[in-house]
């Protein structure tokens, strides 16, 4: 069964406290990415992979950061998390040279206060 | 303008209704659509895509993709209660980047 797997889902953190948001494939994917999702603003890109050490900024990326080191896995950096960073992200995964579709994690909730 | 217009609804039909879904965007390069349900608290799942202009139809869905007048469409045919859920349209921009409208809200009332 094809899995995108994040972890935590759900997460209270205090402004400044580094967090990681691990996000793995099952998939053999070679594409990654990691949405957020706000109310009235909808789901806007942070940051892509499309292979092994290739990764690029989305729409949103002020804040984050992301490392591709194997291709399975695809973590999301909140190096000093604020306020502002409270969302709901999701993981996403595609087939490189496929119709474009993604498949999404399950999606992590994070509140920063 | 945003890229991707979608009405936020909420849309209410009655069960066993047709429920039309509308999207229009405006990049006239983009050249695949999808169609994602999402149920309020859970992420989104692919219904079906579409890239040639026309109808596309899977089971009670049909997708409609008009690019002249740059809209895409979702019709669900006998609309169901479980159908209800958030409706994001989203188009491809490039190297797998999808971008997404914000949603239609589907109400199907028994």
């Known amino acids: 069964e094809a899995q995108v797997t994040q972890n935590p889902r759900y997460l209270i953190t205090v402004t400044g406290k580094k967090l990681t948001v691990t996000c793995s494939q099952n998939m053999n994917h070679e594409y990654m990415s990691w949405y957020r999702q706000d109310p009235g603003l909808g789901l806007r890109q942070i940051y892509y992979?499309?292979?092994?050490?290739?990764?690029d900024k989305g729409d949103v990326p002020e804040g984050y950061k992301v490392s591709r080191k194997e291709k399975r896995n695809f973590p999301l950096i909140l190096e000093s998390p604020s306020p502002n960073q409270t969302s709901l992200y999701f993981c996403?995964?595609?087939?490189?040279?496929?119709?474009?579709?993604?498949?999404f994690g399950e999606g992590s909730r994070l509140t920063v206060l | 303008q945003k890229e991707v217009e979608q009405n936020s609804g909420p849309l209410s039909v009655p069960e066993g209704a047709i429920a039309s879904l509308n999207c229009t965007y405006s990049?006239?390069?983009?050249?695949?659509f999808f169609w994602y349900r999402q149920y309020s608290g859970k992420s989104p799942e692919l219904i079906m895509f579409?890239?040639?202009?026309g109808d596309k139809e899977d089971g009670r869905f049909t997708a409609q993709l008009n690019k002249a007048s740059q809209y895409v469409s979702l019709l669900i045919r006998d609309s169901q209660p479980s159908d209800s859920a958030t409706y994001l349209c989203a188009l491809n921009t490039g190297f797998q980047k999808l971008v997404f409208g914000t949603g239609t809200r589907l109400l199907v009332s028994p």
């Open positions: 992979s499309m292979n092994v050490e290739v990764t």
């Open positions: 996403a995964i595609g087939e490189s040279g496929g119709t474009g579709e993604l498949f």
């Open positions: 579409i890239y040639s202009n």
């Open positions: 990049d006239r390069g983009s050249q695949s």
